[in-house]
T-cell receptor
């Protein structure tokens, strides 16, 4: 089955700086790579996703890059703000079928004012 | 719209007791899921229901049972709780006709003593 590794487990950055979270996956058949943000006391919420037919996707201050050859993908947050403090999860799986989605172990991001 | 609603939010059980976690969604989604979240282990799928009337095992089904009561409701039952089932439980729903996004409830924190 799929194995997803996520690093780092904790990350602290100064407000305004950039944050990068990296994930690697093992199954070359995976084609869908979502990122979820979990705020304290809440359930995870999708913030961005990418499919294997593109190498990069941006949404305002958030971007995701994918390297299928190396089997790794990354989340980039620029101009970080206090509200970016949360736990972030990457995941990998097929294009359809959430039951086959494998999650990473999470990164706790803290933005220092 | 409330989205995905889980009850209860907190529960403490003694070893061997039983309980049912309730989940309801008002987004007319076909698919529903139960995950558990443990420190350092990300989200792991317990059971899912691809559509009303069907249920299937996920990665960690042992010790659990589920019921898809109707299109809106999907319950998770612990017949004889064990300390290893201490975790945070999340219900989620999705509709593959419109996308792969998972919509999560706010979770149930369960402690088994």
């Amino acid at each position: 089955g799929e194995n997803v590794e996520q690093h780092p487990s904790t990350l602290s950055v100064q407000e305004g700086d950039s944050a990068v979270i990296k994930c690697t996956y093992s199954d070359s058949a995976s084609n869908y790579f979502p990122w979820y943000k979990q705020e304290l006391g809440k359930g995870p919420q999708l913030i961005i996703d990418i499919r294997s037919n593109v190498g990069e996707k941006k949404d305002q201050r958030i971007a995701v890059t994918l390297n299928k050859t190396a089997k790794h993908f990354s989340l980039h947050i620029t101009e970080t703000q206090p509200e970016d403090s949360a736990v972030y999860f990457c995941a990998a799986g097929p294009n359809f079928g959430n039951e086959k989605l494998t999650f990473g172990t999470g990164t706790r991001l803290t933005i220092i004012p | 719209n409330a989205g995905v609603t889980q009850t209860p939010k907190f529960q403490v059980l003694k070893t061997g007791q039983s309980m049912t976690l309730q989940c309801a969604q008002d987004m007319n989604h076909n698919s529903m899921y139960w995950y558990r979240q443990d420190p350092g282990m990300g989200l792991r799928l317990i059971y899912y229901s691809a559509s009303e009337g069907t249920t299937d095992k996920g990665e960690v089904p042992n010790g659990y049972n589920v019921s898809r009561l109707n299109k809106r409701e999907f319950s998770l039952r612990l017949e004889s709780a064990a300390p290893s089932q201490t975790s945070v439980y999340f219900c989620a729903s999705s509709d593959l006709r419109t996308g792969t996004e998972l919509f999560f409830g706010s979770g149930t924190q369960l402690s088994v003593l």
